[in-house]
């Protein structure tokens, strides 16, 4: 099992730490470290400043919102800091829900986030392999456009830059059955948000029939600490937030993937909560059980203990959020 380093999107600003948390997981031997989007700091540009000041560590986004771009738009993302990193770029893309897609985005959310997805991914690697002209005759994602209200005046292009690899690695965030289904065919990876070793039976049916050399890379946060219920705070804060604040009561998927791992109760006290503005009461609301699982917290020797359960499932990549060196030296010597 490889380790990665996810440092996430920025807050109110950039983290002054994230530069030497990344340059020290390279020392460390991690293979890979991860940025993300939300609606603030952009996944492409950090990857960038990273990617200049090492050397070897892989680099990821961990997750790119599909709505922020056209699909070609992030193949061009992707393929320049491919060629600037000398082949380290790996393009992890997320769909997000509705209401981040239609409130920031101003675009409508697909009615098929299925189709919508496999389109996406078609065209990203018709530009990547770029064998001919980018063609395809899609519901969301048509090249040339074909829509009623175009000029009927598009070509079919291929990219002017030559990509440095055709099979650049791409991942999925996907979080609803079909939708992981449905990347196991059409990605060369996986990123769950939610990963518990004790319920593996959860993702069983979607991950079936796995392709040889498929990654799994789910993201956990990490902290080597004597006090389990303090570190796993963070933890809670994150899941109170995702499942009360990121999604509509109706619509909002992180909650529901946290209901099919067996904490439905839990999770919609928290989205009821969060709507009601008790934002406090909505973090101290999410169970412990669900945030230790689905984390790596306490003392060394618990950690260590904890991280063999990981090891025996098909997760193939660990992407830890570690907010300090110590804990990115424990893992590293833990996994060694």
């Given at each position: 099992m490889r380790l990665g380093l996810t440092l996430g999107y920025w807050g109110r600003g950039p983290d002054p730490g994230h530069l030497e948390l990344a340059r020290e997981a390279e020392r460390l031997g991690y293979d890979s470290v991860w940025t993300a989007e939300?609606?603030?700091?952009?996944?492409?540009t950090p990857l960038a400043w990273i990617a200049a000041r090492t050397s070897r560590i892989r680099l990821g986004t961990g997750v790119a919102q599909m709505a922020a771009r056209t699909p070609t738009a992030t193949a061009m993302h992707a393929l320049t800091l491919d060629h600037l990193s000398g082949g380290r770029m790996m393009l992890g893309l997320g769909l997000s829900g509705p209401q981040v897609v239609e409130g920031w985005y101003g675009r409508?959310?697909?009615s098929s986030p299925l189709t919508a997805t496999r389109e996406y991914v078609e065209v990203i690697r018709q530009v990547l392999r770029r064998e001919g002209p980018v063609e395809l005759a899609g519901r969301f994602h048509s090249h040339p456009y074909a829509g009623a209200d175009g000029s009927g005046l598009g070509k079919a292009l291929k990219p002017i830059t030559h990509p440095l690899r055709a099979d650049l690695p791409l991942l999925l965030g996907a979080e609803g059955p079909k939708n992981i289904a449905q990347t196991t065919k059409i990605a060369d990876g996986w990123l769950p948000l939610y990963w518990s070793p004790m319920r593996t039976d959860v993702y069983a049916a979607s991950l079936a029939d796995l392709p040889k050399d498929f990654v799994i890379a789910?993201?956990?946060r990490a902290k080597v600490c004597d006090d389990v219920a303090e570190g796993l705070l963070p933890v809670k804060a994150m899941l109170g937030f995702y499942i009360g604040g990121m999604g509509h009561a109706a619509r909002n998927f992180h909650a529901d993937l946290m209901a099919r791992m067996g904490f439905e109760g839990e999770a919609r006290r928290i989205q009821a909560l969060f709507a009601e503005g008790r934002k406090e009461e909505a973090v101290l609301a999410v169970p412990d059980a669900f945030a230790d699982e689905i984390s790596l917290v306490g003392p060394r020797e618990r950690i260590a203990e904890r991280l063999e359960s990981w090891r025996r499932g098909p997760v193939t990549d660990l992407l830890v959020t570690a907010p300090d060196v110590r804990?990115?030296?424990?893992?590293?010597?833990?996994n060694a």
């Open positions: 939300a609606w603030g700091s952009d996944a492409f409508p959310f697909p789910p993201m956990a804990t990115l030296r424990v893992l590293a010597e833990l």
